[in-house]
């Protein structure tokens, strides 16, 4: 099956700076991969995500990159903000829309300084 | 926050008792899922379901059944609780047929002693 690596296991940046949390699979099928944040004692929320016909996609000051010969994709968040501090999960799903689970990284508990 | 609520959000139970969750959508989605989220282990699939009464296993099923009698709602249960099965258990939906976009319900935090 599928296997999703998450690296950092956490990061810590300074307000303002810039923060990349990069991921790994091992399925070439995946063809779906969402990043989802998760403040604490909440629910996941889906913040941005790719599909493998793009290699990149820009939301404000969130930005997914993706790699498929590498089989690698990574999440940057510009102008870190305190409200960004959350834990971070990548995923990655193969096609045939939702008749497939999302597999998971362990997650990056980002922290921002003030 | 997509019509998922969860019941219920809280449960301490003993070793060997049935517990039954509860996940409830409004959205008329045909794709619902259960996961278990641990310390150190992000989130895994326990069951899914795409559509009524149809369902299939995920990563880590042992132990764990479902149904799905009406599309609205998708229960999970376990028959026989262990302390191995303390976690938090997010529901989540999809209605994509094209890629897989999930939303979650709020999590229920199930404690077995």
């Known amino acids: 099956g599928e296997n999703v690596e998450q690296h950092p296991s956490t990061l810590s940046v300074q307000e303002g700076d810039s923060a990349v949390i990069k991921c790994t699979y091992s399925d070439s099928a995946s063809n779906y991969f969402p990043w989802y944040k998760q403040e604490l004692g909440k629910r996941p929320q889906l913040i941005i995500d790719i599909r493998s016909n793009v290699g990149e996609k820009k939301d404000q000051r969130i930005a997914v990159t993706l790699n498929k010969t590498a089989k690698h994709f990574s999440l940057h968040i510009t102008e870190t903000q305190p409200e960004d501090s959350a834990v971070y999960f990548c995923?990655?799903?193969?096609?045939?829309?939702?008749?497939?689970?999302?597999?998971f990284g362990k997650g990056t508990h980002l922290i921002i300084q003030p | 926050d997509a019509g998922i609520t969860q019941s219920p959000r809280h449960k301490v139970t003993e070793t060997g008792t049935p517990v039954t969750l509860r996940c409830h959508q409004t959205e008329n989605h045909r794709y619902m899922y259960w996961y278990r989220q641990d310390p150190g282990h992000g989130l895994r699939l326990i069951h899914y379901s795409y559509g009524v009464k149809d369902t299939d296993k995920g990563e880590v099923s042992d132990g764990y059944s479902v149904s799905r009698s009406k599309t609205e709602d998708f229960l999970l249960t376990l028959e026989s609780a262990t302390s191995s099965q303390t976690s938090v258990y997010f529901c989540a939906i999809s209605a994509r047929d094209s890629y897989n976009e999930q939303f979650f319900g709020p999590g229920t935090r199930l404690t077995v002693l």
């Open positions: 995923a990655a799903s193969k096609g045939g829309g939702g008749a497939d689970g999302l597999t």
